[in-house]
């Protein structure tokens, strides 16, 4: 048996995670960054340096028709020029926003304040056992595939994915256990078999022609344009049209995810199943607008995709390609400030937490949205973070906690991503949203990461991740005092429902992750997960818009800006941000745009 790793006081967060490779996040990048382009420029610059001269409209000018050479431009343009966006953070939200704003023709850098890039699809590799720390479930691979096609790319040159199905095994507390396989015929023939004779199955297929519906009206009006509410979903130079208003009652307003579910699905147990698609954006089902019923339909209309080298193949794909579009990342670089003109209506710089200010075009933040107004705004934008304040109340998503348990077995019964589920998610989910309290019989979702991909642990072991939704830190909530105690619950999850009896003492490894670290590790909002919570039966599903209407200049793009949090979802956040930026002009183009035939996306194309 290989030594146990878990120290006291170890669980957290400075154990060595090798979340990025060394080409990304080393200080050589940095180093090399500063020695050929920053320093002298840096050193000298002062905020009224950047609030616009002349001459940088001239130059803007001389630029848009004289591109003889790319890299006499490229080199010209990354002296911290104010021609350059600022992408503050390096989440998928502002690599997508990195590679579809350099596919444009724009000078792009990107400000991480980590060592590594990507964000929370972090890695851990020790001993033999290689863990994605963050995301590890792909759905809408076809947002995904958009980025490359938008740089006249092939996804397949960078990524290879491969489809899961059986989506995820579900184990239930009476011993039961159920399969969601993406074939809406073939699952309404488990459920037939899973619950005989109790209207479940037909249920099933007409939920998913509900969600179908849902994910068809959110395509139109919602994804890949910025939305900050309902009056930007209609277009009203279009005018109002019979269609919309149907499609807005088709919307099904007013109620909620766990409500519609039990419309169709009578069998607790299969509606419990379901519910969970709401975990995608740390919501609680009762209190999420039915809308997000959709969510259904896009898993199994593209699928559940695993990334070979896992989910953090998708950052190093995105920043492969960013670097042959020529972004340029300054890693251990926080952002501290954003800085603005005059008037104070329009971003004109951003301050790294060492002090320098680089003059930029305009602003891309990844950072967290509320985050983003609260600290990096302020004292320097008052009225606007006054009217981001106003606009509505930001709740934030659900935390968790996350185990990484480095096993020297493989259960044979487990498929790569499965769900063990609490006794009553009534209960469960009250805890969690609504007094602010881990669960007392908490879900535990888990990922058995060598069933797909042997190479992941050592041979005959397994590299398991376990993940708990939490509520979001409270105040005088130490979970340096609650996590042993919460992670032997999850461990007698397991154990029970789970059917992995002798989990503990297959345990060679161990490494965890608590609301708190992910609080500090990735500067989210008090610990979430996902970005602001989807609550409000009628405005849940609506988060800041990714084109700011308080800051010129300013754009958002992550998991706490429109669309809301998952991969596919941040990335079309990313592209979004992108796309309203250079509908903008906020920037001057430096070389024309790589793929013009690149069109409208969709999240409806196949993978
Ligand atoms: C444990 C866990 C499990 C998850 N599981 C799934 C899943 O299975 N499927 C799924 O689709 N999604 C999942 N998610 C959600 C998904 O990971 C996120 O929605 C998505 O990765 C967020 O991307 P982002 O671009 O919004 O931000 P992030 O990944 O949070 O990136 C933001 C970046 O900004 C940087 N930053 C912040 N402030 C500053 C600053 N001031 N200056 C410079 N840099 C700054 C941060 O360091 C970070 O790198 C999971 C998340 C976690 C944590």
Redesign the pocket.
């Known amino acids: 048996m290989l030594a146990r790793s878990v120290s006291k006081g170890g669980y957290l967060g400075s154990w060595g995670f090798s979340e990025g490779e060394p080409r990304t996040s080393g200080r050589g990048v940095v180093d090399f960054y500063r020695r050929t382009h920053v320093a002298p420029f840096a050193k000298t610059t002062t905020r009224a340096d950047v609030r616009g001269s002349p001459g940088i409209r001239l130059l803007r000018q001389r630029r848009r028709f004289a591109l003889p050479s790319l890299f006499h431009e490229d080199f010209l343009l990354s002296s911290a020029s104010p021609e350059r966006i600022a992408i503050?953070?390096?989440?998928?939200?502002?690599l997508t926003a990195a590679c579809t704003l350099a596919a444009r023709g724009y000078a792009v850098t990107v400000?991480?304040?980590?060592s590594w890039l990507g964000?929370?699809?972090a890695v851990l590799r020790e001993v033999g056992f290689r863990f994605d720390m963050?995301?590890?479930?792909?759905?809408v691979p076809s947002t995904l595939r958009r980025i490359f096609t938008e740089a006249g790319k092939q996804m397949e040159d960078y990524i290879t994915l491969i489809k899961l199905d059986p989506q995820w095994r579900c184990f239930f507390d009476d011993g039961s256990a159920l399969d969601l396989v993406a074939d809406e015929n073939a699952m309404a023939d488990n459920l037939e078999q899973y619950a005989p004779g109790t209207g479940t199955a037909a249920g099933y297929k007409q939920f998913l022609t509900l969600s179908d519906r849902l994910h068809t009206i959110s395509d139109r009006y919602f994804f890949w344009k910025s939305i900050g509410g309902i009056a930007d979903m209609i277009d009203i130079k279009a005018g109002f049209s019979p269609s919309i208003i149907s499609d807005v009652f088709k919307m099904r307003m007013g109620r909620s995810v766990a409500g519609t579910v039990r419309k169709y699905i009578p069998d607790a147990r299969v509606a419990q199943m379901i519910d969970h698609f709401t975990q995608?954006v740390g919501s609680a089902p009762d209190a999420s607008p039915a809308v997000l019923c959709g969510i259904a339909h896009m898993q199994t209309s593209e699928g559940v995709w695993y990334p070979v080298g896992g989910t953090r193949a998708v950052p190093e794909a995105l920043v492969k390609l960013a670097r042959e579009l020529g972004v340029e990342f300054r890693t251990n670089t926080?952002?501290s400030k954003i800085i603005m003109d005059d008037a104070g209506q329009k971003a004109t710089a951003v301050q790294t937490e060492s002090g320098e200010i680089v003059p930029v075009a305009a602003v891309v933040s990844?950072?967290d949205s509320v985050r983003t107004h609260r600290e990096?705004l302020n004292g320097t934008a008052a009225r606007a973070k006054a009217k981001f304040e106003k606009r509505r109340k930001y709740e934030p998503a659900c935390s968790?906690v996350?185990l990484y348990l480095g096993l020297n077995k493989a259960y044979d019964h487990l498929l790569h991503h499965g769900f063990v589920f609490s006794k009553d998610p009534e209960a469960e989910f009250h805890a969690i949203y609504h007094e602010g309290k881990p669960a007392p019989d908490p879900t535990c979702y888990v990922a058995a990461t060598a069933r797909t991909e042997p190479g992941t642990a050592p041979a005959g072991g397994e590299a398991m991740y376990v993940?708990v939704h939490t509520p979001y830190l409270r105040p005088g909530q130490d979970w340096k005092v609650m996590f042993p105690d919460y992670r032997q619950v999850i461990l007698n999850k397991l154990k029970t429902t789970g059917q992995m009896p002798d989990i503990e003492e297959r345990i060679v490894f161990e490494r965890s992750?608590t609301p708190q670290d992910?609080h500090d590790r990735?500067?989210?909002l008090d610990g979430a997960?996902?970005g602001i919570a989807s609550h409000g039966k009628w405005i849940g599903a609506f988060k800041p818009a990714n084109r700011s209407p308080d800051i010129k200049g300013l754009y958002l793009a992550?998991?706490a800006a429109h669309p809301g949090?998952?991969?596919?979802m941040?990335m079309m956040s990313g592209w979004i941000a992108a796309d309203v930026l250079d509908r903008d002009e906020a920037a001057p183009r430096i070389r024309p745009r790589m793929n013009e035939q690149a069109g409208a996306p969709s999240s409806r194309t196949t993978a």
């Open positions: 503050i953070g390096s989440g998928l939200a502002g400000f991480e304040q980590s964000g929370k699809a963050g995301p590890t479930i792909l759905t995608y926080g952002i990844n950072a990096l968790g996350v993940l992750l992910i990735y500067r989210v997960i996902y992550g998991g949090p998952g991969m596919p941040v």
